[in-house]
């Protein structure tokens, strides 16, 4: 089976065929950074992710473009509120998010624009968009895109105009033409910082001091960095309307092409039952989970639920994520870490699951399934060749590349030479036929958190989760 993809735009799963044989071009819709990321953040990041690293698997040269939104109401107003440039707050919060999401595992992007880089490349489009009479300046210095004017309207969404009503991040003036129409440019406000204000003059136009709408931003930067027709477009659910579908309506109002071949949509993560947000407080930030849980746990627990379902966030999620890992080291800790070193087999029948599995629209369920199944043979067999597949799999997820000892013996309550120190004496009292006092250690142990595990190759140790 060659890989398929659910396609948000035509509503069903189609073979994937990208547009130049080999290369993949990827656009993904980032964050807006003016506050530390939260974890329905990183589910998107590791969405796409999982989506590129598979691309990758498969043989795909791929160029992902991630962007960042650094200018708009909120990043203004946070600027204003610390009293500092917004250069200052956004590169601030920019290397934050870096640390953050690169503790997960999550790649870097090939390419990685910022949106205050394109404002030239914007009003070009807004330009042309007005001459096509798509767009319309209106007293107060906006410039509105007309949507009534675009015929595809809706197709993303499904939505019919009539049906439809401004978005909840596009602001209403009485200048608009129709309450649906977006704005493009926004003209400047004399209570704004001045390093709020872009000079909106093109060759043949002048829009005035402003800066750009939300949605121009990516449409100026997927054209730009991709071409005016790539593979895959991507983003979260909640992106879909308005966002998504005003790109397309620049974009394709602009070039009269197909912006994107496919429109793929991660599923949000929900605290009990209700969407994770900063705008109605019930997140946590990246960093605040990270001081719970280790990172491997993390990117497990946001690995194996399917991309496009919701993600439901507890600690008790964690705990069991934490222990299914667990459970995926243990089988690594029996073999050797050089044995795992090698290039996937995929003739072998786990293999041949694992890809069936990945090549249905990123199955990551069905494809984790399978490490465990191969964890059971290996912890059956002892087989360094299935410990070597199970790693190599692991890695077309990023997961189980670290030490297995490590991870197992993380957080243990007393240094592994005193434990050893342990073994060794309950080794010695097991010898001695004293199996009152072999227990009592293995119990003395087990209260400290300590795990005993007994094996051919002899007695290994992991902290009770």
Same mark, same amino acid.
């Given at each position: 089976m060659s890989l398929h993809i659910f396609n948000t735009l035509t509503r069903v799963q189609e073979p994937f065929t990208p547009i130049e044989p080999g290369h993949v071009r990827m656009y993904v819709c980032g964050m807006t950074i003016y506050d530390l990321c939260h974890i329905g953040h990183a589910r998107m990041a590791m969405a796409f992710d999982i989506v590129q690293r598979w691309l990758k698997c498969s043989g795909y040269r791929v160029t992902y473009v991630r962007n960042i939104t +650094?200018?708009?109401?909120?990043?203004?107003?946070?600027?204003?509120?610390?009293?500092? &440039?917004?250069?200052?707050?956004? +590169?601030?919060?920019?290397?934050?998010?870096?640390?953050?999401?690169?503790?997960?595992?999550?790649?870097? &992007?090939?390419?990685? &624009?910022?949106?205050?880089?394109?404002?030239p490349q914007m009003l070009g489009m807004i330009r042309q968009l007005e001459q096509k009479g798509l767009a319309y300046q209106v007293p107060g210095g906006d410039v509105n895109y007309a949507v009534r004017k675009f015929p595809g309207y809706g197709k993303l969404s499904g939505k019919s105009l009539e049906s439809l009503r401004a978005g909840e991040r596009v602001a209403v003036d009485d200048g608009k033409v129709d309450p649906l129409d977006f704005v493009l440019w926004k003209a400047a406000k004399q209570s704004e910082p001045e390093d709020a204000k872009w000079d909106g003059t093109t060759t043949d136009a002048d829009y005035g001091k402003g800066r750009p709408g939300w949605h121009i931003e990516c449409s100026a930067m997927s054209c730009h960095t991709l071409g005016e027709t790539f593979d895959i477009h991507g983003g979260g659910m909640d992106l879909q309307f308005p966002h998504h579908e005003n790109e397309i309506a620049q974009t394709e109002g602009v070039t009269g092409k197909t912006m994107a071949q496919v429109w793929m949509h991660n599923g949000l993560v929900q605290l009990d039952n209700e969407k994770m947000s900063k705008s109605l407080g019930n997140f946590f930030t990246i960093r605040e989970v990270l001081a719970k849980y280790d990172p491997q746990t993390v990117r497990f627990f946001l690995v194996r639920g399917h991309y496009r379902t919701a993600l439901g966030y507890s600690d008790a999620h964690l705990d069991d994520a934490r222990s299914s890992l667990m459970r995926l080291y243990t089988a690594l800790a029996l073999v050797p870490a050089s044995s795992a070193a090698r290039a996937i087999?995929?003739?072998h029948p786990m293999a041949k699951r694992f890809k069936a599995a990945m090549d249905d629209d990123f199955g990551t369920p069905e494809a984790v399934a399978v490490l465990f199944e191969l964890a059971s043979e290996v912890n059956r067999t002892a087989s360094g060749e299935l410990a070597a597949l199970l790693k190599a799999l692991g890695g077309c997820l990023g997961l189980l590349q670290g030490d297995p000892k490590a991870f197992l013996q993380a957080g243990a309550s007393l240094d592994d030479a005193a434990i050893q120190a342990r073994i060794e004496e309950r080794a010695a009292v097991k010898a001695a036929r004293d199996f009152q006092r072999a227990d009592a250690i293995r119990k003395e142990l087990l209260e400290l958190g300590i795990v005993l595990k007994d094996s051919a190759q002899g007695t290994s140790w992991e902290v009770r989760q």
């Open positions: +650094d200018i708009d109401d909120k990043i203004i107003r946070r600027a204003l509120e610390r009293n500092i &440039p917004i250069r200052a707050l956004t +590169d601030e919060m920019i290397d934050v998010m870096h640390q953050d999401i690169g503790k997960l595992g999550i790649e870097s &992007p090939t390419i990685e &624009p910022r949106a205050t880089q394109y404002v087999d995929w003739t």
